[in-house]
């Protein structure tokens, strides 16, 4: 950079100086965001739970045991919320139990369902399992 008899630099200078603390910053709160993720990688959901559902006469139901499974697998507490889209049937069905307090692990799982009537019908569970 080149300074003036004043000791000030010129106007594209100060703007290169800003753009280079500009994109300095960036990339280190880019970096700090990335290390900063502290999920445990080992905390899955157990899919098994979702063979519990079924649809007979147009409606959602659950028919296993909820606490068991969360006994069974350690877990402190689970939510599932069941929608269909695409209006197929005007059914939402939640099933918890438990808290849903401390390290939480959330996913999203489209299945087909069979219905009792011969159609498959495809169910959004929403899940969120807590350790």
Do not use: H, W
């Not at 959901?45 to 649809?55: A, K, L, P, R, T």
């Not at 499974?69 to 059914?91: A, E, H, R």
Request: proline share 2%; charged share 20%; hydrophobic share 40%.
């Amino acid at each position: 950079m080149r300074f003036d008899k004043k000791g000030d630099i010129g106007f594209p200078e100060a703007m290169m100086s800003v753009m280079i603390v500009t994109v300095v910053l960036t990339l280190f709160l880019g970096a700090f965001v990335l290390n900063s993720n502290n999920s445990s990688d080992d905390l899955t959901f157990n899919e098994e739970i979702i063979n519990d559902f079924s649809i007979e006469c147009s409606e959602l139901k659950y028919n296993g045991d909820t606490e068991a499974y969360v006994q069974k697998n350690g877990y402190t507490g689970v939510s599932i919320l069941c929608t269909v889209p695409g209006g197929f049937i005007d059914c939402d069905l939640t099933v918890s139990c438990g808290t849903l307090d401390g390290s939480m692990f959330s996913d999203r799982y489209l299945v087909t369902i069979k219905a009792d009537d011969g159609r498959s019908i495809p169910v959004l569970f929403e899940v969120a399992v807590c350790v």
